[in-house]
């Protein structure tokens, strides 16, 4: 069984240029997350999906920062514009259930330059 | 204050020993789970448990509900043990630890 796929897997951009991540949880997991890691922390939540509907965003800067997930299975999440702060690793999990194990993508390691 | 609280930070051990790895948390809690992150790798669960005891090859986990503590045992270390291993738990919201950073030395 696939894993959750996360694409690209590194990115480097200019501060106020945009950027996007990809994930594509595993297959059949209604639950997915969008988190934030910087180094030597553990990963900050931004925001969780139950099928389309975003459930808990309390924690994402919405000044700059959008996600989507249409249709409920593929998500997206922008920056638009990033910011020397931004560079991070952003994380993708999924979970067939909310509280169930959660299954993480590799990241997409972004630098801000 | 952080929900859920690590110890240690960092852990340096000989290949053989055994480790123990402590997390303790604040809030209530349907479960609590133990993860795995190499360096430059991506993270990996290794256990989910609300209750009692979960065993899986040379990896340990037990929790105290009435404490609010969790450990995560490792027995007859090896080096490719070394590994950030994050605690987190999950109730209304999904709440992390910063990790123990592990390395097993040969």
């Known amino acids: 069984e696939a894993g959750v796929v996360q694409s690209p897997r590194y990115k480097i951009i200019e501060k106020k240029q945009p950027v996007a991540f990809w994930c594509n949880p595993i297959s059949g997991h209604n639950t997915l997350y969008w988190y934030l890691q910087n180094l030597g922390q553990g990963p900050e939540l931004l925001i969780r999906y139950e099928n389309e509907e975003a459930v808990d965003d309390s924690q994402l800067p919405k000044d700059r920062f959008s996600a989507e997930r249409l249709k409920g299975v593929d998500s997206t999440l922008k920056i638009q514009p990033a910011e020397l702060g931004d560079s991070a690793v952003y994380l993708c999990?999924?979970?067939?259930?909310?509280?169930?194990?959660?299954?993480f993508g590799p990241g997409t390691r972004l630098t801000v330059l | 204050k952080n929900e859920v609280e690590q110890s240690p930070q960092n852990l340096t051990a000989q290949e053989g020993e055994f480790i123990t790895i402590n997390c303790s948390y604040s809030v209530g809690i349907s479960a609590l789970h133990w993860l795995q992150q190499h360096p430059g790798g991506g993270i990996v669960s290794l256990f989910m448990?609300?209750?009692g005891k979960k065993k899986h090859g040379r990896l340990i986990a037990t929790i105290n509900i009435q404490e609010k503590h969790s450990s995560l045992h490792i027995t007859a270390s090896h080096p490719r043990d070394s590994a950030v291993y994050i605690c987190a738990v999950s109730g209304n919201q999904f709440y992390f630890g910063t990790g123990t950073s592990l390395t097993v030395i040969p």
């Open positions: 448990l609300s209750s």
């Open positions: 999990a999924s979970s067939s259930r909310p509280g169930d194990t959660q299954y």
